[in-house]
């Protein structure tokens, strides 16, 4: 037996350092290591069953050319040579007939590394002059909203967190996505921190705070507001700070002058007490950390929310003191670009916001899409508006190529399937955003069946189509260093991984916020109202926009993320039908008892499922989880069947959590 060391790359802000133990070939276990100070030796319950998804019966062992109607998935064996073969010509067909934007590569790396998106792929996609996708079904809005404020400055490390005397968690569950916070959180407490969450449901970390405002999925915006208001009311704002490091203070102070507690309360269902106690704690508390998740992003309001969110710890002065700041994504520590890789700028070719492909494929875009490449993805598991996605992938005159690890419910859809390697079948590169640091991780075991690494079957359409150069990276190790040498400290970082297997940005494990890192602005100011949000969102920056539910749909319907999958990655192995969660109130108004068979609907469709009644859910708000695949209810529909295709006020996100929805009871006592 051998012990070899890995890392995860998988969409968690992590980052985990991996013990991963072999045995004639074969995984037998994986476990937490050291190599990262975060992972203290444990790791989630996902990763730990990742075995069960490398040798997963659904597991695409070889090429496989469609043997049967669309959605079938089914397939007849090629050969590599035969699959790659067939795919270069037909691009070379709709390249010619139609241009290159006739060919649409989509693609969203949040479960990979640097080395399997934007590297040899960008370099086949952009000489073919392909359309380009904007990568927007997550984090676009927050992107968006901490670029324009701080330039996407690193914030307070997770470990920090223990340093806090108030800890503001609001929109993320990290007992499902990032568990390490959790520990750190029940420690800071135990050190007397106070803890607050701010959520719709009441989820484990909830059950423990000293303060949860479960509001209304939605208003994340109001309230927020509502907390700068008071502070500058109550002259808890540290105008000294905001003198010297941002601008548009007086502006701010100009927008959220109309939200009083009592306004946004009645808004987000809370009363107007908890907000004002909330606001102040957080003015009388130092150091107060907010850890922002990527809840209040997924609505009409998403980036204005969390623009909102981030500018609290600058209104109130919380910076420049360990704990003391906010978290949301880290990855700007890093100046690491895959597209260096690729040794080719994107093409001035049309972009396509991938949470409109149902339209798309359905025929609202000229030239049409001809040809969809997907990897690293699973639109029909992930998408808005599933049924208008299901549609377009069904068209017969649509040629399809999924390039996956497994036979996911999109590659049902499929003219051609490619098998890939999972991160434990290849070396792979990968920085955390939460923790800070940067792994690379070599194959533990040989690739499964035959199937290839990304860079690998990319570099080989490249040549295949006519569009490779010579010398070009193309191996791990050569497409490693190129990104590596991105950064100025280049040389050192590949020392420190060939040394540790990890390395660190220059501002360390741990860097305290306007101590030692600073906005990455181009005045190196925070700015609280930009003038290209401002342009950007419906109405300006900060502008509120009305809840959509009606008298017919009056329940708002999300999705949040569980223990069991990472976005849609892993669903093929949840087999138990799953439940949607109602809250008592909301059940026994509909005659809904748990267990019963319900009926999910509005406009958009309507989902068949088992029902939990919760006292974990607000009334008003209804729960079905994040990631499911047709199999996980009793119709094959999910819910983001329910979800509109409308776009957030910035950076052209999903409104997950816009769905509005009525539930009725379809069957008693459904096992």
């Known amino acids: 037996m051998q012990t070899l060391k890995s890392a995860c790359p998988l969409d968690c802000p992590d980052a985990c350092s991996l013990e991963v133990r072999i045995e004639e070939g074969r995984i037998t276990s994986i476990d937490g290591s050291r190599v990262n100070p975060?992972?203290?030796?444990?790791?989630?319950?996902?990763?730990?069953?990742?075995?069960?998804?490398?040798?997963?019966?659904?597991?695409?062992?070889?090429?496989?050319?469609?043997?049967?109607?669309?959605?079938?998935?089914?397939?007849?064996?090629?050969?590599?040579?035969?699959?790659?073969?067939?795919?270069?010509?037909?691009?070379?067909?709709?390249?010619?007939?139609?241009?290159?934007?006739?060919?649409?590569?989509?693609?969203?790396?949040?479960?990979?590394?640097?080395?399997?998106?934007?590297?040899?792929?960008?370099?086949?996609?952009?000489?073919?002059?392909?359309?380009?996708?904007?990568?927007?079904?997550?984090?676009?809005?927050?992107?968006?909203a901490a670029g324009a404020l701080y330039g996407r400055m690193p914030g307070v490390a997770l470990q920090?967190?223990?340093?806090?005397?108030?800890?503001?968690?609001?929109?993320?569950?990290?007992?499902?996505s990032g568990i390490h916070l959790v520990p750190i959180l029940r420690k800071?407490?135990?050190?007397?921190?106070?803890?607050?969450?701010?959520?719709?449901?009441?989820?484990?970390?909830?059950?423990?705070?000293?303060?949860?405002?479960?509001?209304?999925?939605?208003?994340?915006?109001?309230?927020?507001?509502?907390?700068?208001?008071?502070?500058?009311?109550?002259?808890?704002?540290?105008?000294?700070?905001?003198?010297?490091?941002?601008?548009?203070?007086?502006?701010?102070?100009?927008?959220?002058e109309p939200w009083t507690p009592e306004r946004a309360g009645s808004i987000a269902g809370l009363e107007a007490g908890q907000i004002e106690s909330l606001?102040?704690?957080?003015?009388?508390?130092?150091?107060?950390?907010?850890?922002?998740?990527?809840?209040?992003?997924?609505?009409?309001?998403?980036?204005?929310?969390?623009?909102?969110?981030?500018?609290?710890?600058?209104?109130?002065g919380k910076?420049?003191?360990?704990?003391?700041?906010?978290?949301?994504?880290?990855?700007?520590?890093?100046?690491?670009?895959?597209?260096?890789?690729?040794?080719?700028?994107?093409?001035?070719?049309?972009?396509?916001?991938?949470?409109?492909?149902?339209?798309?494929?359905?025929?609202?875009?000229?030239?049409?899409?001809?040809?969809?490449f997907v990897y690293n993805a699973n639109p029909l598991a992930t998408l808005p508006c599933q049924e208008k996605v299901r549609a377009g992938l069904a068209r017969e005159d649509l040629f399809t190529v999924v390039f996956d690890q497994v036979?996911?419910?999109?590659?049902?859809?499929?003219?051609?399937?490619?098998?890939?390697?999972?991160?434990?079948?290849?070396?792979?590169?990968?920085?955390?955003?939460?923790?800070?640091?940067?792994?690379?991780?070599?194959?533990?075991?040989?690739?499964?069946?035959?199937?290839?690494?990304?860079?690998?079957?990319?570099?080989?359409?490249?040549?295949?189509?006519?569009?490779?150069?010579?010398?070009e990276p193309e191996t791990a190790d050569e497409l490693s260093a190129t990104i590596l040498n991105a950064d100025r400290r280049g040389a050192d970082l590949r020392t420190d991984l060939d040394a540790s297997g990890i390395a660190i940005p220059e501002t360390g494990f741990a860097p305290v916020q306007f101590v030692d890192s600073f906005p990455l602005t181009p005045d190196r100011k925070i700015r609280l109202c930009p003038e290209d949000l401002d342009r950007e969102a419906p109405g300006g920056l900060y502008a509120y926009r009305e809840d959509p539910a009606t008298d017919r749909f009056p329940l708002a319907l999300i999705s949040p993320a569980t223990g069991r999958t990472i976005s849609s990655t892993l669903g093929q192995l949840r087999r138990k039908p799953a439940r949607l969660d109602l809250s008592p109130a909301d059940a026994a108004a509909r005659r809904i008892t748990d267990g019963d068979e319900v009926r999910v609907y509005n406009s958009g469709g309507e989902v068949r499922c088992l029902v939990r009644v919760s006292p974990d859910v607000r009334p008003g708000v209804a729960c079905l989880p994040k990631g499911l695949w047709s199999h996980g209810t009793l119709n094959g529909r999910t819910a983001n069947a329910l979800v509109p295709d409308t776009l957030t006020d910035l950076g052209g996100g999903a409104c997950f959590n816009d769905a509005r929805v009525e539930v009725e009871r379809v069957g008693a006592g459904a096992s």
């Open 188 to 256: 800071a407490r135990e050190r007397g921190a106070k803890l607050v969450v701010v959520d719709p449901r009441r989820t484990p970390v909830a059950q423990g705070a000293d303060l949860h405002l479960a509001l209304r999925p939605g208003t994340d915006l109001p309230v927020a507001l509502s907390l700068i208001r008071w502070l500058f009311a109550h002259d808890r704002a540290d105008l000294p700070f905001l003198s010297a490091h941002a601008t548009g203070t007086e502006e701010l102070r100009r927008r959220v």
């Open 160 to 176: 920090d967190y223990l340093h806090a005397k108030l800890i503001v968690v609001w929109g993320t569950n990290p007992s499902v």
């Open 407 to 471: 036979l996911t419910d999109t590659a049902r859809f499929a003219d051609i399937v490619l098998p890939a390697t999972t991160f434990l079948e290849r070396t792979e590169l990968s920085r955390g955003y939460g923790a800070m640091v940067l792994q690379e991780a070599k194959a533990v075991i040989a690739p499964v069946g035959e199937s290839r690494s990304n860079h690998e079957v990319f570099a080989e359409l490249c040549r295949r189509t006519g569009v490779a150069r010579p010398e």
């Open 279 to 316: 606001a102040r704690l957080y003015a009388e508390t130092s150091p107060a950390a907010i850890r922002c998740g990527w809840g209040p992003e997924r609505n009409r309001n998403g980036g204005s929310a969390i623009a909102a969110i981030l500018a609290l710890p600058a209104v109130a």
């Open 38 to 144: 975060l992972t203290e030796g444990y790791i989630c319950a996902k990763v730990r069953r990742f075995a069960d998804h490398v040798y997963s019966a659904d597991r695409l062992l070889s090429p496989g050319l469609r043997d049967g109607p669309k959605g079938e998935g089914r397939f007849r064996k090629a050969s590599w040579d035969e699959a790659l073969s067939l795919v270069a010509e037909r691009m070379a067909t709709v390249r010619r007939s139609a241009g290159g934007e006739g060919i649409l590569p989509f693609s969203y790396g949040g479960s990979n590394g640097l080395l399997s998106q934007d590297t040899t792929d960008a370099r086949l996609f952009h000489r073919l002059g392909a359309s380009r996708l904007a990568r927007t079904v997550c984090a676009a809005p927050s992107r968006a």
């Open 319 to 372: 910076f420049g003191v360990r704990g003391g700041g906010y978290t949301m994504s880290n990855s700007g520590a890093w100046k690491l670009d895959s597209l260096a890789a690729a040794g080719e700028a994107p093409p001035r070719t049309r972009e396509i916001n991938m949470n409109l492909l149902g339209d798309v494929l359905l025929g609202k875009a000229e030239p049409p899409v001809s040809l969809l």
